[in-house]
Protein backbone atom coordinates (compact mmCIF):
# COMPACT_ATOMS: atom_id res chain seq x y z
CA UNK A 1 0.00 0.00 0.00
CA UNK A 2 1.33 3.70 -0.73
CA UNK A 3 -1.02 5.27 2.02
CA UNK A 4 -1.40 8.50 1.23
CA UNK A 5 0.38 10.57 -1.92
CA UNK A 6 0.68 13.55 -3.29
CA UNK A 7 1.75 15.63 -6.16
CA UNK A 8 3.11 17.77 -6.77
CA UNK A 9 5.96 17.62 -4.14
CA UNK A 10 7.82 21.23 -5.40
CA UNK A 11 5.63 24.11 -6.54
CA UNK A 12 6.72 27.71 -7.46
CA UNK A 13 3.82 29.92 -8.50
CA UNK A 14 3.87 33.40 -9.74
CA UNK A 15 0.90 35.77 -7.85
CA UNK A 16 -2.53 35.25 -9.83
CA UNK A 17 -1.73 31.78 -11.13
CA UNK A 18 -4.27 28.88 -10.21
CA UNK A 19 -2.88 25.35 -9.74
CA UNK A 20 -4.57 22.03 -7.84
CA UNK A 21 -3.03 20.01 -5.97
CA UNK A 22 -3.67 16.09 -5.61
CA UNK A 23 -4.00 13.92 -2.99
CA UNK A 24 -5.05 10.44 -2.77
CA UNK A 25 -4.92 7.73 -0.34
CA UNK A 26 -5.59 3.75 -0.58
CA UNK A 27 -6.27 2.76 2.65
CA UNK A 28 -10.25 2.78 2.15
CA UNK A 29 -10.27 5.46 4.57
CA UNK A 30 -13.51 7.56 5.03
CA UNK A 31 -12.23 10.72 5.75
CA UNK A 32 -9.76 13.28 4.20
CA UNK A 33 -8.08 17.09 5.49
CA UNK A 34 -6.00 19.40 3.68
CA UNK A 35 -3.86 21.27 6.52
CA UNK A 36 -1.20 24.15 5.74
CA UNK A 37 2.16 24.19 7.91
CA UNK A 38 3.87 26.99 9.04
CA UNK A 39 6.81 28.03 11.16
CA UNK A 40 5.31 28.16 14.64
CA UNK A 41 2.20 27.87 13.55
CA UNK A 42 1.74 24.10 13.67
CA UNK A 43 -0.99 22.44 11.00
CA UNK A 44 -4.09 24.55 10.35
CA UNK A 45 -7.28 22.56 8.65
CA UNK A 46 -8.45 23.91 5.44
CA UNK A 47 -11.06 22.19 4.39
CA UNK A 48 -12.01 18.37 5.14
CA UNK A 49 -14.39 15.88 3.88
CA UNK A 50 -16.06 13.77 6.19
CA UNK A 51 -17.10 10.84 3.46
CA UNK A 52 -17.41 10.81 0.44
CA UNK A 53 -19.41 13.50 -1.19
CA UNK A 54 -19.44 15.92 1.47
CA UNK A 55 -16.83 18.71 1.76
CA UNK A 56 -16.37 21.28 4.89
CA UNK A 57 -14.59 24.88 5.60
CA UNK A 58 -11.95 24.24 8.81
CA UNK A 59 -10.21 27.18 10.00
CA UNK A 60 -8.39 28.93 7.17
CA UNK A 61 -10.32 28.48 4.28
CA UNK A 62 -10.02 31.91 2.52
CA UNK A 63 -8.48 31.49 -1.33
CA UNK A 64 -9.06 27.69 -1.61
CA UNK A 65 -11.37 25.38 -2.84
CA UNK A 66 -11.94 21.39 -2.80
CA UNK A 67 -13.13 18.19 -4.39
CA UNK A 68 -13.85 15.12 -3.18
CA UNK A 69 -13.65 13.21 -6.13
CA UNK A 70 -14.28 9.75 -5.36
CA UNK A 71 -13.73 7.74 -2.18
CA UNK A 72 -9.64 7.98 -2.60
CA UNK A 73 -9.42 11.62 -3.62
CA UNK A 74 -9.67 14.93 -2.34
CA UNK A 75 -7.78 18.00 -4.44
CA UNK A 76 -7.00 21.75 -3.47
CA UNK A 77 -7.32 24.73 -5.52
CA UNK A 78 -5.71 27.68 -5.90
CA UNK A 79 -7.77 30.01 -8.05
CA UNK A 80 -5.87 33.08 -7.76
CA UNK A 81 -2.69 32.36 -5.57
CA UNK A 82 -1.03 35.12 -3.35
CA UNK A 83 2.20 35.33 -1.42
CA UNK A 84 0.55 34.27 2.24
CA UNK A 85 -0.42 30.92 0.72
CA UNK A 86 3.27 30.31 0.35
CA UNK A 87 3.31 27.65 3.04
CA UNK A 88 4.15 23.38 2.65
CA UNK A 89 0.71 21.35 1.95
CA UNK A 90 -0.31 18.00 3.62
CA UNK A 91 -2.82 15.80 2.99
CA UNK A 92 -4.57 13.26 5.65
CA UNK A 93 -6.84 10.64 5.81
CA UNK A 94 -8.06 8.41 8.65
CA UNK A 95 -11.09 6.04 8.90
CA UNK A 96 -13.03 8.14 10.66
CA UNK A 97 -16.64 6.66 10.40
CA UNK A 98 -19.02 9.20 12.64
CA UNK A 99 -19.08 12.67 14.26
CA UNK A 100 -17.71 11.32 17.73
CA UNK A 101 -15.11 8.72 15.68
CA UNK A 102 -11.67 9.27 15.86
CA UNK A 103 -9.10 7.56 14.44
CA UNK A 104 -5.65 8.07 13.31
CA UNK A 105 -4.78 10.59 10.83
CA UNK A 106 -2.25 9.26 8.06
CA UNK A 107 -0.12 11.96 6.21
CA UNK A 108 0.81 12.48 2.92
CA UNK A 109 4.32 13.49 2.14
CA UNK A 110 3.50 17.08 1.22
CA UNK A 111 4.02 19.64 -1.16
CA UNK A 112 5.94 23.00 -0.68
CA UNK A 113 4.15 25.92 -2.42
CA UNK A 114 5.75 29.21 -3.47
CA UNK A 115 3.80 31.99 -4.42
CA UNK A 116 6.36 34.69 -5.89
CA UNK B 1 -13.65 26.57 18.62
CA UNK B 2 -11.09 24.84 20.15
CA UNK B 3 -7.70 26.68 20.99
CA UNK B 4 -4.37 24.10 21.89
CA UNK B 5 -1.57 26.26 23.54
CA UNK B 6 1.72 24.43 23.64
CA UNK B 7 4.63 24.96 25.82
CA UNK B 8 7.62 24.80 25.45
CA UNK B 9 8.23 25.59 21.71
CA UNK B 10 12.06 24.44 21.96
CA UNK B 11 13.51 22.00 23.68
CA UNK B 12 17.18 20.91 24.34
CA UNK B 13 17.93 17.62 26.31
CA UNK B 14 21.05 15.68 27.37
CA UNK B 15 21.00 11.99 25.91
CA UNK B 16 19.72 9.61 28.50
CA UNK B 17 17.72 12.51 30.36
CA UNK B 18 13.82 12.82 30.34
CA UNK B 19 11.68 15.45 27.99
CA UNK B 20 7.93 16.65 29.13
CA UNK B 21 5.73 18.75 26.38
CA UNK B 22 2.55 20.45 27.58
CA UNK B 23 -0.42 21.50 26.14
CA UNK B 24 -3.62 23.16 26.97
CA UNK B 25 -6.86 22.97 25.67
CA UNK B 26 -9.83 25.57 25.90
CA UNK B 27 -13.19 23.39 24.85
CA UNK B 28 -14.13 21.17 27.39
CA UNK B 29 -15.66 19.01 25.29
CA UNK B 30 -12.86 17.70 23.60
CA UNK B 31 -12.02 14.31 24.33
CA UNK B 32 -9.16 12.72 22.45
CA UNK B 33 -5.79 13.68 22.37
CA UNK B 34 -2.83 12.66 20.06
CA UNK B 35 0.60 13.24 19.55
CA UNK B 36 2.31 13.64 16.21
CA UNK B 37 6.13 13.89 15.75
CA UNK B 38 7.63 15.48 12.78
CA UNK B 39 11.26 14.67 11.50
CA UNK B 40 12.86 17.36 9.69
CA UNK B 41 11.38 17.59 6.24
CA UNK B 42 9.34 14.45 6.57
CA UNK B 43 5.50 13.81 7.18
CA UNK B 44 3.64 14.15 10.78
CA UNK B 45 3.08 10.48 12.47
CA UNK B 46 1.05 9.54 14.92
CA UNK B 47 2.86 8.39 18.06
CA UNK B 48 0.45 8.05 20.81
CA UNK B 49 -3.16 9.21 21.70
CA UNK B 50 -5.36 9.23 24.53
CA UNK B 51 -9.20 9.43 25.57
CA UNK B 52 -10.34 11.78 27.65
CA UNK B 53 -11.64 8.54 29.85
CA UNK B 54 -8.13 7.40 30.39
CA UNK B 55 -5.87 9.22 32.31
CA UNK B 56 -2.41 8.09 31.40
CA UNK B 57 -1.03 6.09 29.12
CA UNK B 58 2.47 4.61 28.19
CA UNK B 59 3.96 3.04 25.37
CA UNK B 60 7.84 2.06 25.93
CA UNK B 61 9.64 5.01 26.29
CA UNK B 62 6.66 7.30 25.41
CA UNK B 63 3.28 8.32 28.27
CA UNK B 64 0.71 10.86 28.16
CA UNK B 65 -0.81 12.05 30.68
CA UNK B 66 -4.77 13.80 31.04
CA UNK B 67 -5.94 16.36 33.63
CA UNK B 68 -9.45 16.85 31.88
CA UNK B 69 -10.25 19.20 35.24
CA UNK B 70 -7.15 21.32 34.45
CA UNK B 71 -7.65 21.03 30.77
CA UNK B 72 -4.09 20.08 29.85
CA UNK B 73 -1.93 17.04 28.79
CA UNK B 74 1.31 15.92 28.64
CA UNK B 75 4.11 14.04 26.85
CA UNK B 76 6.47 12.31 28.60
CA UNK B 77 9.89 11.30 26.74
CA UNK B 78 12.58 9.30 28.90
CA UNK B 79 15.50 8.25 28.80
CA UNK B 80 15.91 10.47 25.07
CA UNK B 81 17.64 9.34 22.21
CA UNK B 82 19.50 11.40 19.20
CA UNK B 83 16.32 9.78 17.02
CA UNK B 84 13.92 11.71 19.49
CA UNK B 85 14.80 14.74 17.94
CA UNK B 86 11.89 16.38 15.90
CA UNK B 87 9.19 18.53 16.07
CA UNK B 88 6.36 16.90 18.04
CA UNK B 89 2.56 18.48 17.87
CA UNK B 90 0.21 18.07 19.83
CA UNK B 91 -3.68 18.02 18.88
CA UNK B 92 -7.07 17.75 20.51
CA UNK B 93 -10.25 16.27 19.18
CA UNK B 94 -13.52 17.12 20.25
CA UNK B 95 -17.13 15.20 20.14
CA UNK B 96 -19.43 15.81 16.41
CA UNK B 97 -16.24 17.18 15.53
CA UNK B 98 -15.61 14.09 12.40
CA UNK B 99 -12.32 13.35 13.26
CA UNK B 100 -11.30 17.33 12.80
CA UNK B 101 -8.26 18.14 14.95
CA UNK B 102 -6.63 21.23 16.30
CA UNK B 103 -3.08 21.15 16.67
CA UNK B 104 -0.99 22.96 18.78
CA UNK B 105 2.06 25.00 17.30
CA UNK B 106 4.39 22.38 17.80
CA UNK B 107 8.07 21.92 20.33
CA UNK B 108 11.11 21.44 18.72
CA UNK B 109 13.19 18.68 20.51
CA UNK B 110 16.84 18.58 20.37
CA UNK B 111 18.50 15.65 22.25
CA UNK B 112 22.41 16.29 21.93
CA UNK B 113 25.08 13.29 22.51
Known amino acids: NAGVTQTPKFQVLKTGQSMTLQCAQD?????MYWYRQDPGMGLRLIYY???????DKGEVPNGYNVSRLNKREFSLRLESAAPSQTSVYFC???????????????FGPGTRLTVL | GENVEQHPSTLSVQEGDSAVIKCTYS??????FPWYKQELGKRPQLIID?????GEKKDQRIAVTLNKTAKHFSLHITETQPEDSAVYFC????????????FGAGTQVVVTP
Open chain 1, 92 to 106: ASSRTSGPSSYNEQF
Open chain 1, 27 to 31: MNHNS
Open chain 1, 49 to 55: SASEGTT
Open chain 2, 27 to 32: DSASNY
Open chain 2, 50 to 54: IRSNV
Open chain 2, 91 to 102: AAGTTDSWGKLQ
